[in-house]
């Protein structure tokens, strides 16, 4: 009998551990964002241009926040490397696979891009680095922000791939190299949320992000429905600049013709140094930016827990 209390107890101590991990409360903090953009907009790294120290440095930062998360590689290593021309450069792939034996199979990308244009041949009042707070540093935080989240909790069904590319300012390189090597590994994509320049609010929106490709899926949508609120709007300057094709999303959309979309903040109306010198750590506005994510997360959270895939392609 003593036997047999000792091992119910040990059960009901052990459900208990699993029901804290889903249970405890985490709050994405405008510090710890804030911390991210200023270590990866820094001076020491020079812009993050692809094949640079400074990159090197970022994405070395990123492996071991993932680490640190419980984020586990996606590949043998977290580094997915290609090449530009004669240059070494790597996506940083992380991956938290989901808790439903069915779901798990189906895979959520959560991605930013955390290179930026490094170095300036004219500098402006003496000042050469295009740190990229905004671009994208501001992403990525947010990217690494929602692995601790779901690192901690645990609570997706579906399995979650954090991906922060590199290259993408030149020309989309690593999520084009990225897009194609997991087509060739036959994964089973449901969809793709790109974060991109979350730095700074609108002013004059009755929402709070806008979706590029608004039209072509019902992500803004669910996301709205999901969260029970008007979060997600649609940007006539997105459209006017064609934004859908302008970031990492539009890849997968390419190679998957499946919902794939870049959640902004920043429209190019908003923010007046888009690949500019000052777009600095100073520039932001961190309460915004914890804020956005926390609103955000609940809905990820609902999207990798569906029984079914309820974001789907409308007609474009």
Do not use: W
């Amino acid at each position: 009998m003593k036997k047999l209390i000792i091992l119910v107890l040990a059960v009901a101590l052990s459900a208990c551990k699993g029901s804290n991990v889903s249970n405890k409360s985490v709050v994405i903090t405008s510090n710890e964002v804030k911390e991210t953009v200023s270590f990866l907009a820094s001076d020491d790294q020079m812009g993050r241009g692809t094949g640079t120290a400074g990159i090197e440095s970022s994405s070395t930062f990123i492996e071991n926040e993932l680490k640190a998360f419980n984020i586990k590689p996606y590949y043998e290593s977290y580094r997915d490397s290609f090449k530009v021309k004669d240059l070494n450069a790597y996506n940083v792939v992380g991956f938290l696979e989901g808790s439903d034996s069915k779901l798990k199979n189906e895979i959520i990308i959560i991605g930013a891009h955390y290179d930026h244009i490094g170095t300036r041949v004219k500098p402006v009042e003496n000042d050469s680095i295009g740190n990229g707070a905004n671009d994208n540093a501001a992403g990525t935080s947010a990217v690494l922000a929602m692995a601790r989240y779901f690192g901690t909790k645990k609570t997706n069904k579906r399995s979650l791939m954090f991906v922060l590319f590199s290259a993408e300012e030149m020309g989309l390189l690593g999520s084009k190299h990225l897009a194609q090597r997991l087509k060739g590994d036959n994964i089973d994509l449901y969809t793709v949320v790109n974060i991109e320049m979350i730095g700074v609010p609108f002013k004059d929106r009755d929402y709070v992000a806008f979706a590029t490709g608004y039209e072509m899926s019902n992500m803004a949508t669910k996301i709205n429905e999901y969260l029970g609120s008007n979060f997600i709007g649609s940007s006539d300057v997105a459209k006017q600049y064609n934004l859908f094709r302008a970031s990492d999303n539009y890849p997968f959309y390419e190679v998957f013709k499946l919902p794939s979309h870049t959640i902004s903040s920043c429209d190019l109306s908003n923010y007046d140094y888009y690949h500019h010198v000052d777009d600095e750590v100073d520039k932001l506005d961190y309460d915004f930016m914890a804020s956005f994510i926390n609103k955000l997360i609940p809905a990820i959270e609902k999207m990798s827990n569906t029984p079914t895939k309820e974001i789907v392609m409308t007609n474009e």
